[in-house]
């Protein structure tokens, strides 16, 4: 809600700066999920709804893009279908490539230790 303090478009990319953290993430997808369709009429399914939409874009699972895309499939929002689809597209992006760079980063990781402990 605008009040004379907080603009809406404030209020907005405030929420989203939030969700690029790994905890303010799973706090704004939780809040979001109840809120989507109030925030939808406050900004009046203007820009600002795309911009919603792309809040949960930093997460990197299958199982949280299966999440995102069940519940973008129950909202009606044309001005945001496009930012919503690409939201799923991403995080499954995201997921595959974690998926298939994990074993690198480890070993990678597991070399960086060894590399300490024989040198300490």
Same mark, same amino acid.
């Given at each position: 809600?605008?009040?004379?303090?907080?603009?809406?478009?404030?209020?907005?990319?405030?929420?989203?700066?939030?969700?690029?953290?790994?905890?303010?993430?799973?706090?704004?997808?939780?809040?979001?999920?109840?809120? &989507?369709?109030?925030?939808? +009429?406050? #900004? /009046?399914?203007?820009? =600002?709804?795309?911009? %919603?939409?792309?809040?949960?874009?930093? &997460?990197?699972?299958?199982? +949280?893009? #299966? /999440?995102?895309?069940? =519940?973008?499939?129950? %909202?009606?929002?044309?001005?945001?279908?496009?930012?919503?689809?690409?939201?799923?597209?991403?995080?499954?992006?995201?997921?595959?490539?974690?998926?298939?760079?994990?074993?690198?980063?480890?070993?990678?990781?597991?070399?960086?230790?060894?590399?300490?402990?024989?040198?300490?």
């Amino acid at each position: 809600k605008e009040s004379d303090d907080v603009r809406i478009q404030d209020n907005v990319f405030t929420f989203r700066v939030v969700a690029y953290s790994q905890i303010g993430r799973e706090i704004s997808w939780n809040y979001l999920q109840k809120t &989507f369709e109030q925030w939808y +009429k406050i #900004v /009046e399914g203007g820009f =600002l709804v795309q911009h %919603l939409a792309k809040i949960p874009s930093e &997460f990197v699972s299958f199982q +949280k893009a #299966v /999440e995102v895309e069940t =519940l973008y499939s129950t %909202l009606d929002f044309p001005a945001c279908k496009r930012s919503m689809d690409k939201c799923v597209e991403n995080i499954r992006k995201s997921a595959k490539w974690r998926e298939q760079e994990i074993k690198t980063i480890e070993k990678w990781v597991n070399a960086q230790i060894n590399l300490w402990h024989r040198d300490h």
